[in-house]
């Protein structure tokens, strides 16, 4: 059922900016350390909040539709999972297939995309990522 706004991503962008503002105040104030190491981790935490929200439904929709493919089955994200653990522990999936690293790969990015995708080793790997489907 959809809320009024302000949405639940804005209420969430205003908060991050507001803690932002926060951060660059007590930053040329040189306040408390532990009260701006506080605000920062609260951003943080409401980046990844906001980005679970924005990108969380399509990344689980395209890791569930890799697993269909690749366990010739259907079932929730959560069944798929298992079902692929207990594929690779009875060596009916090999840990090198590539189809399998290709998965665990575009999975792994996912989750970073969530996580931190400033982190430079995801943005290498997105990049080749992005270069490799261009061939």
Not at 51 to 59: D, F, I, P, Q, V
Request: hydrophobic share 35%; with cysteine.
């Amino acid at each position: 059922m959809p809320f009024d706004r302000p949405t639940t991503i804005e209420l969430i962008q205003s908060t991050q900016e507001y803690l932002q503002d926060c951060i660059h105040v007590t930053d040329s104030e040189k306040a408390n350390g532990a009260a701006t190491l506080n605000m920062r981790i609260a951003s943080n935490i409401l980046k990844i909040v906001e980005r679970e929200l924005t990108l969380g439904n399509a990344l689980n929709q395209q890791e569930n539709l890799r697993l269909q493919h690749l366990l010739d089955r259907q079932g929730t994200l959560a069944e798929l999972n298992q079902w692929l653990t207990l594929a690779i522990r009875e060596n009916r999936i090999a840990y090198d297939d590539p189809d399998l690293q290709r998965h665990l790969q575009q999975t792994t990015l996912g989750k970073l995309s969530v996580d931190n995708p400033k982190y430079s080793t995801y943005k290498q790997l997105y990049n080749a990522q992005e270069d490799a489907t261009k061939i």
